[in-house]
């Protein structure tokens, strides 16, 4: 939905000789521009999230007893449009969806030493041209962005160039043209990290190479069978006759990567394992996406949301933004910034988060944003799929991780069920299976506290939704005792500006607010809904609450 900032513009007309004047103030409206530096973005893994089409519950035959929550549970496309279409992530300020890959994974199981597994997350990849049924078709994709971006939230997938799934009885290994079955990878150095497998079982995908190599037998026979053999072949051919590029085979995979912007208007990618594929990779995979966005914004005009430019955001396992550009591999540092990805995950937030007090990271990532990493940004996360030490593995302190999260600078990365404290420790499961357990929708629809935990995420999350200066704006500490702070962001003529204050009194509380709020205008408190009137600087305010969420009404 479209926000507007009323901008008021006080114009001096000269109306005579003498000098007199006239102010006349005109009301401007301006549209809140979407910013990916201060977005709301939500995480979630597909087959986790919600389940509105159990036909497609079971494909392929994966019947096989899995270990604790390490098979397939239902979710689906259909389930995340229809929570877009009820409004959860608008009533969450979300303005960015992020889902794990939803492209056709292996057929079989396999056991990684935790058990019978599935490609339920994703990240198996047997078909990129393919949607895998368990997730839905592509019909149900082109509904789930479109509805997305009715909304005005954008939509970003998972970008899988590093390996395939690994094999199995009905996965046969790719040929040795397209990967490397061994050495395992030791994650000592920059060579030891890259041209290996991430793990065992898991074929690497020789990004390194520029030999041209023919379609996998598996792919072919696949297509075949399907009747789709000579459409695809006829589009790798047009793809690498436009490019110029060797039929290597990264360049396959970008190829069927970049038409998921082309066919649907995806607004990013997510990147896996960055830090495993060579870094020219991704700036080749990055001037793909450029082209395919523009192609879809040219030939989809009424779509086209903004000017924004193609979002990608990489996985390098253990980047902070106290390294500024670079990861650090112990023999080498690689810039992954330039002309590569317009953000990185932050690794190092719930460190922070944990260990530093509030202003200290706030004013530290104001710093950093603004002058290191400028143009830039940074993903905060407080817990996620992959990492096994979340900020509150209890979930003993939602408020603070949602506080925390949504006010930090940068754009903020909220894991489903993150604003609903879903469990991140299961009985009987064992690893990443504890992380990803099914969205608690029966808690949310009648537990009351995990409907309160919704509610302050609901306001913090749409407070930032509303004002971009809250990720992407300047901060600046306004008083330490009682802790109130500003945010403010200038784009053009857009001027956004906001007022927080943390553990404040609860009852009545005096908030000075002379730097940012003029004499004599109306303040709104976002958390509380009560108003106040700037008087001497200040605004009185009586509410049972010890936050404040404060912007001009």
Avoid at 376 to 381: M, P, Q, R, T, V
Avoid at 412 to 432: F, I, N
Avoid at 465 to 486: D, R
Wanted: charged share 25%; glycine share 8%.
């Amino acid at each position: 939905m479209k926000k507007i900032t009323l901008l008021i513009l006080i114009i001096a007309t000269f109306l005579s000789c003498k000098s007199q004047s006239k102010e006349n103030i005109e009301v401007v409206k301006l549209e809140t521009p979407f910013v990916w530096e201060g977005a709301n973005l939500y995480f979630l893994l597909t087959d986790r999230f919600n389940n509105s089409d159990t036909s497609n519950d079971i494909n392929f035959d994966r019947t096989k007893e899995t270990a604790t929550l390490r098979g397939f549970e239902g979710g689906d496309l259909k389930g995340i449009t229809k929570k877009i279409e009820d409004g959860y992530f608008s009533d969450l300020g979300i303005n960015a969806i992020w889902m794990t890959p939803v492209v056709e994974q292996i057929h079989g199981g396999t056991d990684e030493g935790t058990g019978v597994t599935y490609g339920f997350h994703g990240y198996w990849a047997k078909d990129w041209t393919a949607i895998d049924p368990n997730y839905g078709t592509k019909e149900d994709l082109k509904q789930l962005v479109d509805a997305a971006h009715a909304k005005g939230i954008r939509v970003l997938l998972d970008a899988v160039i590093n390996h395939t799934g690994p094999v199995t009885e009905k996965d046969p290994v790719w040929p040795s043209d397209w990967v490397r079955t061994r050495p395992q990878c030791q994650y000592n150095n920059y060579e030891n990290t890259i041209t290996c497998t991430l793990v065992k079982n898991l074929p690497d995908i020789k990004t390194e190479s520029n030999e041209a190599v023919d379609l996998p037998p598996q792919l072919v026979e696949k297509w075949k069978a399907e009747g789709r053999y000579e459409q695809e072949v006829e589009e790798l051919d047009a793809f690498f006759e436009r490019t110029g590029h060797p039929r290597a085979p990264r360049f396959y995979i970008m190829k069927w990567l970049a038409d998921y912007i082309k066919d649907y208007g995806i607004d990013g990618y997510r990147c896996d394992t960055v830090k495993h594929t060579e870094e020219y990779v991704w700036q080749e995979f990055k001037t793909e996406c450029d082209y395919a966005f523009s192609e879809f914004k040219e030939n989809n005009p009424e779509k086209v949301l903004d000017d924004n430019d193609f979002y990608l955001v990489g996985e390098v396992y253990n980047y902070g933004i106290s390294g500024g550009k670079f990861f650090d591999f112990g023999d080498k540092k690689v810039n992954y910034y330039d002309d590569k990805f317009t953000s990185q995950i932050n690794f190092e937030f719930k460190w922070n988060a944990k260990q530093m007090p509030i202003e200290d990271v706030f004013s530290t990532y104001d710093d950093i944003l603004h002058n290191q990493l400028k143009d830039f940004g940074i993903l905060n996360y407080l817990s996620s799929h992959d990492d096994g030490q979340p900020f509150d593995p209890a979930r003993e302190k939602p408020y603070e991780t949602a506080t925390k999260l949504l006010l930090t600078p940068g754009t903020s990365q909220v894991y489903y069920g993150d604003e609903s404290a879903r469990v991140l420790v299961v009985k009987g499961a064992e690893g990443d299976a504890n992380l990803r357990s099914k969205m608690n929708w029966s808690a949310i629809e009648n537990d009351l506290k995990t409907q309160s935990v919704l509610d302050h995420w609901q306001k913090l999350g749409k407070f930032r939704n509303a004002h971009p200066a809250v990720g992407a704006g300047i901060h600046q500490m306004i008083t330490e005792t009682p802790y109130t702070f500003s945010r403010s962001f200038t784009d053009g003529k857009f001027i956004d500006m906001v007022v927080v204050g943390l553990d404040l009194n609860k009852g009545k509380k005096i908030i000075d607010v002379s730097k940012v709020f003029e004499e004599g205008v109306v303040v709104h408190d976002a958390y509380s809904n009560l108003d106040a009137i700037v008087t001497s600087g200040k605004i009185k305010l009586n509410s049972e609450f010890d936050i404040v969420l404060l912007e001009q009404k």
